[in-house]
Structure formats: C-alpha cells, structure tokens
RNA sequence: CGGAGUGUAGCUCAGUCUGGUAGAGCACCGUCUUCGGGAGGCGGGGGUCGAAGGUUCAAGUCCUUUCACUCCGACCA
C-alpha cells in the first residue's frame, strides 16, 4: 500500500476517552474509529489485521474438518422462544420488530438459527457428524462496553457449532477444536493459556476457555506452576484444608453497635477475618437463601448461582426483603439460630470459635461453633479461590494471572438439540437426540489482544503472522529525491512481485513524522530509504524496531523471505 | 441500574466560579525557508460552545430538562 493513498489517520495525542493500551494504539495507528459506545469503525489496516486473523482461524478450521457458512444476523423470535431463552437472555440481546410486528433479536449467538439448519438439512444419521462454523458480526448490548475493541457491543466473532450422534464423536471434535484454537493462537504468535472455564448461561457441561495473557485481562486464571491445572477464577474449585477443632470457647452474645463490615467485627474483637463468618442473603426458589462464607472470603457468584435452592437469575435480597424475612439488618445475619435455609461454604464449615451476627441488630456472636451451636447441613464450594492456597489437584499452590478471553468451547449435550427437537434416526432406526458442541472464538477480540501483549511506549508491534504488512518503507525526502524515490519503488515492486505485503510511505512528511508513524504502525520490518546511504547503494534495515544495519535491497529481500 | 466525570474547531484543551464580540497548540489550505525523530515565518479557512427550554438588555458562562461519551460500582453483611 502506499500510504499517500491509503486511509490511515494517525492521532498524534491520545483521544481522551480512550484507556487501555490497545484502545489508544488502534485508535492512534488508524486502525479503527469510534461510532458510538461499543460499536467501531475498520479502517483499511485495521482491516488487514482482521482479515490476517480470519485466513489463519479459515486454515486451521479447515485442517480440523469445519465446513464454513454464513448465517443471519437477524432471527425470529419463535426460534429464541422454542430453546426457552427469548426470556432468559435478558436486555442484553437486542430485539425489535419488523413493520409487521413480528419480534427479532440481533443474533448475540446462533445456537438456535444451526440447531434449526441442522434440523432441516440433516436427514440421515450418515451425514453425521457436522461440524459448521462461521466468521460474522454477533451484537450483544452489554451492561458497560469498555476497552476499546477488548469489550465491544459489536464484534466480529468466529462461531463453531458441531453435531453427533454420540459422545465419542463428540469428544474427537471437541478434542479437534481444542488443538485447533491452539494452533491457532500459537501461528499467530500470542502467549496464551487453555483454562477450565465455567460455562455461564451457554450450558451446564464442561468448557474450556482461551486466554491471551495480559496484564490488563478482565479475567484472572488460577493455574499450578506445579501441574497442568489451569482454571478461570470464576470456576476453580476451592478446596478447605484442615479439619474442624473442638470448641475451645462458649457462645457468647455481644453487643456490637454500629458493627457491620467484617473489617469493622474483626477491628473490635481484634481478631482476623479468616475468624469471622459472614452470611449473604440471596433470593431463592422458595424462600430467601443464606450464604455462608468466611470473613476473608469471596463469594464466587457462578458457583452459588448453580445451587438448588438459589433463584436463578442470582440476585442479592435487597435490605427491606431481609429485614421482613429475619427482623435484622444484613450486617447482623449469622448461622447460628438462622431461619431461613442456608448453604456454607467448605472453608467457612471448618472454622471454631468464630465470630458471625446473631441475627439481632447490634449483636453478634463469639466462640460459635458448627454442630454445638448451629448446623452446617449443606457444604458446598461457593467461594473464589485465592491465591497460595492448594490447588484442587493437589499438585501445590496455585498462582495467578490475567488474561483476555479470546476463546470459549462449550460441551453443550442436548441442552438446545431437545427442547428445538434436533433429532435423527440411528443405524437402528431408533430417534436421538443430537449431541451438540459449541466453539466462539473472537476475531475482532483478537485484534485487541494481539495489541495488548505485543506494543511499547511508541506504538504496536504486530507480531508476524497477523501485521498489516511485513515491510514499512520509509522514504526521507521521497517527493525531492528523485534517487530517494526510485529507490523505494524498486523494492516496493520487488516486494509486490514476491508478494510480500507492504506499506511504502511515500506521503510528503517530514522525516520525524513518517518515523513516528511507523512505530506507531508497528510493522515487523523497517527500511529507511535516504540518499545519506543511497549513494553506496545501501537501505537502512531494522527488525522490530533493533538497531539500524545497512544492507543491498538484495539482502532486505532476503531477511523478509527467511 | 447506582455513583462520578466530561461535552467548546479534525485532535488535545483553556475560557464557565465573577454573564458583555469565540480562544490556544497541533492538524488543514496558500506561500517562503527548512529537510534523518512529530520544524519555523507570514497569510488564511474552519464553531448553531452536545440539544431543548428558561432567566436577562445581553448566556459558552446562570437555572431546568434532556442526550451522548468515559470512568468506578453493581460484594454488602
């Protein structure tokens, strides 16, 4: 491309509502422009990038026996009110009605829309299994997009969805998709990490997410330096080391005015917060449900959403709602003497003499003890797991990193192939319902992840396989030197003819301006074009932004094929 | 949804408290000089000051409403 030619608007200071790094350096490079909160614009290089992304994903999918299609963006809502979740998504997925009045959602996900391609288009057992995906805009209104690309509302997203008539079929492709993302993540050259995952609203099997490790990830991974344990938080398992010691104190009610943060029990009793015991209330089926948890503790919401006796969606019981059902304020509640049901955590269930609210405002209780004093009947891991603490495997302590979510494979079972009567007869005529996987990997995502891992102070620096082009030729004084410029068309053209992608700066700047701009485009290979070193018949060449050699555009040539 | 902040030129921002002709730097156009890390001179173009309503002789500035964008939170026992 030659960049006098070329839409590249690159921003000398930072846009003001820009923060991370890969919002501020795409928006800086040119690469992308905001429209309005979550949705953006590709301009031509961030388009490249993009478009690099998805002949990689396009290969290896292929490699691994996925067939691509394309499906609409826009769906009826009988499809969405036939899996059940028209009602369950929530104001995240974007509905409207066409002129007559028939509901449509824009397609957050397309688990429906291929569960009923499926149903239709597969007739035989023999055509299975059918492993599809697709490369396409997906649109989900989220609570707070955020982060430039990183949390958009419109994205572009790589989704997969296979097909099978039994679990063995099922785990060679979810096996084949795992390898697949892998080889993926590792052409294009990024330092990530596979994760168990929770599956959230997707299912209820097993999933494994894809994280681009980053400082500045949403998520923290939990993994065992030790092993080959790796697990988001949200889902790592916490494990309770010890058993319960016999009580060593009485019960003992004490006023406790003006008490109602953990901090401030354990800044009284002068005690640590691991000694105290906290209990969240939360809306339950029947009842509002208690949640038993040690002072230092977190709760972890996905896994106490997926208790029995807890309302789905999960929602705290607002401070009126417990006051009617306990006659205290939330920062009283305890076990002992609780009268709605309540689960407690495995930790919280092996501490003695702790100190918790006695249900009474103002009061709380010292030297309580399970079984003595109240009874732990449902233990269960509702916590975060923090890090040191042993890891589920038993292999040591685990640690902690961040990472950006780039991609998410699902064992779905038959939770949408039922209730949409995905169904199909077996070699012995007998109807069954298809097993189904699912395979999200985000294209538009990857872009900013890339950018997160791979930039300095300067600007980008694209790793190889995904950059906008392979060379970035800086032409000094290109529109004076008639040297200057016939030096550069030479090896544009030669680069052309041996079809390497590059950018020939060839726009009327100044020196400084073109070398900002190419650090901030961050392309892997530099050569500077000046008559200063033209007249031996030498470029200036850099890789990745290493220090300046002079060599022939022979040799240029050769360091990009090699 | 709750809290906070910000909306003035393409970008970054002054000006708002204390009402009185719309500003700067960069960018853009012309021109001269300069030419290896975001040059300098001279001249120029560009704004319904987010929107609507109100107060006032007079509103970017005060009041009301509203919209947009950003940040924090949506864990509190």
Redo the contacts with the bound molecule.
Sequence with gaps: MLLSQTLV????????????AS?VLLL?AGCIR?L????YSWLPIGLCVLRKIEVIVREELARAGAQEILMPVVQPAELWLESGRWDVMGPEMMRMRDRNDRDYALAPTHEEVVSDLIRKAIVSYKQLPCNLYQINTKFRDE??????LLRAREFVMKDGYSFHLDDASFELTYQAMFDAYSRILNRIGLDFRAVDADPGTMGDGESHEFHVLAESGEDAIAFSPASSYAANVEKAEAVATGDLDKPALTLEKKPTPDV??????AQLFQVAAKQ?I?????KGTSSLVG?VLR?DH????KKASRLPEVAQP????S?DE?RAALAC??????PVNLHVPFYVDRSAAIVSDFI??ANEDGFHFTGANWKRDATATRVVDI??VVEGEPAADASGPLKFIRGIEVGHIFKLGTKYTAPMNVTIQDAKGVSRELIMGCYGLGISRLVAAAVEQCHDD??IIWPEAIAPAMLHIVA??YS?SDAVRAAAHDLYDRCLDAHIDVFLDDRD????????????LGLPHRV???????AEGRL?YSYRRSE?ELVTPTQVLERLQS
């Design positions: 608007p690159t921003l000398r200071e930072t846009p003001s509502d820009a923060d991370v919002h800086r905001q309005a909160s979550g949705l609570i707070r997009p955020r982060f430039g109602r943060t953990i901090d401030d029990v105290t906290k209990t969240l209330v939360v949640l002072g977190q709760l972890n919401e999960f929602e705290f019981a401070e417990i304020g939330p920062g009283s509640i305890g918790c609210g916590r975060n300067e600007g000094i004084n004076r700047e100044r020196p400084g301006v073109k070398f900002a701009d190419a650090d901030l500077i074009v000046g008559e200063r070193n033209l200036e300046l």
